[in-house]
């Protein structure tokens, strides 16, 4: 039911389209004011982008907050960026989905994979990555699950460890599956303007 309730959600909200650059992006305004861009590979279908803009309470609008793809460069970094840079080897955690599975990678950990320990902590509906050294610590959710009210499963977890990147993924539920390829249905019908006709609010 609670599937239902976001594709509902999604269905209602309003959708403008832009094609460009290879990618199919997709802006979703909702009734409760809250925004939503995604951006889709046109060849692969592959979700590239989703970030999200909630408007403040005074009605100020937000910065964008990325939940797909690569992290944005905060505006503190690029107005000082002479004077305060982030270490360029700090781990740097972005998620990076495939059509079966979320999937998040964490690069600059250079530790060797017996290290890790990539647990579902059900009580908090989130996912715990530890290092058995105590270098390296992470809590984050599934927000696609926890929209869906979708639980967590031991067994959709798995990671992998490469080039000084731990990728964990997450098998996507058959609810989440269906919903996604509807979604896309629905995306592919709406005109969608070549580049340059709409001023898409991407950052």
């Not at 305004?29 to 939503?36: A, I, Q, R």
């Not at 290092?131 to 809590?139: D, E, G, M």
Request: aromatic residues 8%; contains cysteine; glycine residues 4%.
């Amino acid at each position: 039911m609670a599937v239902q309730s976001w594709s509902d959600i999604l269905k209602s909200s309003k959708k403008t389209a832009l094609i460009h650059d290879g990618k199919r992006k997709i802006h979703y305004l909702f009734t409760d004011g809250k925004e939503m861009a995604e951006e889709y590979d046109l060849k692969t279908d592959e979700l590239l982008v989703r970030k999200w803009r909630h408007k403040s309470t005074l009605g100020v609008q937000g910065l964008w907050l990325v939940e797909v793809g690569e992290p944005l460069a905060g505006p503190v970094a690029s107005l000082e960026s002479d004077m305060i840079k982030e270490n360029s080897s700090n781990p740097v955690f972005m998620r990076k989905d495939t059509k079966t599975s979320f999937q998040w990678r964490i690069r600059n950990l250079s530790y060797p994979k017996d290290v890790f320990s990539v647990s579902v902590d059900h009580s908090e509906r989130c996912i715990i990555i530890k290092t058995s050294n105590k270098k390296y610590y992470k809590k984050f959710s599934i927000p696609d699950l926890d929209r869906s009210q979708l639980p967590l499963d031991n067994s959709a977890l798995s990671f992998t460890h490469a080039n000084n990147t731990l990728i964990v993924s997450y098998k996507k539920p058959k609810e989440i599956l269906t919903l996604e390829q509807e979604l896309l249905k629905e995306l592919k019908k709406l005109k969608g303007s070549a580049d340059g006709d709409v001023d898409c609010k991407t950052q």
